[in-house]
């Protein structure tokens, strides 16, 4: 079974400018979690998609968005982009029911903004 | 969601056994704990979970008291490839609208030869 694949694996991008990263869960799963890594902030949540609608959402502005489709594949939006955004985009999957609560996630996106 | 404490950092030579220690003295009745490890500029893998006693997988071993207030990794004879860092977890995973895992600082073991 193919595990979670994330695209593009390092995007550069310059202040202002918006970005947007593409997520493919495993087969099966209908749940897709997004989160940043920095070295000063660790990871941290972004939000959570099931069945094309978010579930949860973590503490960022607005600037951050995301969507699922009907496939469950994901997409995470950026706009305006900061300095600060500069980070490690991980995205995870998981499978609903009993016994399928375990995250698995994808290698990341390194975005770095000029 | 139940905070967690676990060392910064630990040192270990090759071939021996590394115990990481996770205290987490409000964990809730439903909680799992899960076990994660990170390479640099990868994402956390999956490495075990479990809910109370020992649970033992082909990679590691999860030591949970009766109290549940803290568990332990357990990996064997660990090699220079097992250098990263390792996030220990506790949330109810199992319920159905919770995705958000809150991960604190890891402990970054350094692996020596």
């Known amino acids: 079974k193919a595990g979670v694949t994330q695209t593009p694996r390092y995007l550069i991008k310059t202040r202002g400018q918006q970005v947007t990263l593409s997520c493919s869960p495993i087969?099966?799963?209908?749940?897709v979690s997004w989160y940043q890594q920095t070295p000063g902030q660790g990871l941290q949540f972004l939000f959570e998609?099931?069945?094309?609608?978010?579930?949860n959402k973590g503490n960022f502005p607005g600037r951050f968005s995301g969507r699922q489709f009907s496939n469950s594949r994901s997409e995470m939006n950026v706009s305006t982009l900061e300095l600060g955004d500069s980070a490690l985009y991980l995205c995870?999957?998981?499978?609903?029911?009993?016994?399928?609560?375990?995250?698995?996630f994808g290698a990341g996106t390194r975005l770095s903004v000029l | 969601l139940a905070k967690t404490t676990q060392p910064i950092s630990m040192d270990s030579y090759e071939g021996q056994e590394v115990n990481i220690t996770c205290s987490h003295n409000?964990?809730?009745?439903?909680?799992?704990i899960t076990w994660y490890q990170q390479f640099p500029s990868q994402g956390p893998r999956f490495i075990i979970q479990?809910?109370?006693t020992k649970v033992t997988n082909e990679v590691a071993s999860l030591f949970i008291p009766a109290d549940r207030k803290s568990s332990t990794l357990s990996l064997p004879r660990v090699s220079l490839s097992d250098t990263a860092v390792y996030y220990c977890?506790?949330?109810?995973?199992?319920?159905?609208?919770?995705?958000?895992?809150?991960f604190g600082q890891g402990t970054t073991l350094q692996v020596k030869p």
């Open positions: 995870a999957s998981r499978g609903t029911g009993l016994g399928t609560n375990i995250q698995y």
């Open positions: 087969s099966g799963h209908r749940s």
């Open positions: 998609y099931f069945s094309e609608t978010q579930r």
């Open positions: 409000n964990i809730a009745t439903n909680d799992y």
């Open positions: 479990g809910y109370k």
């Open positions: 977890l506790v949330g109810d995973y199992g319920s159905s609208n919770t995705g958000k895992l809150i």
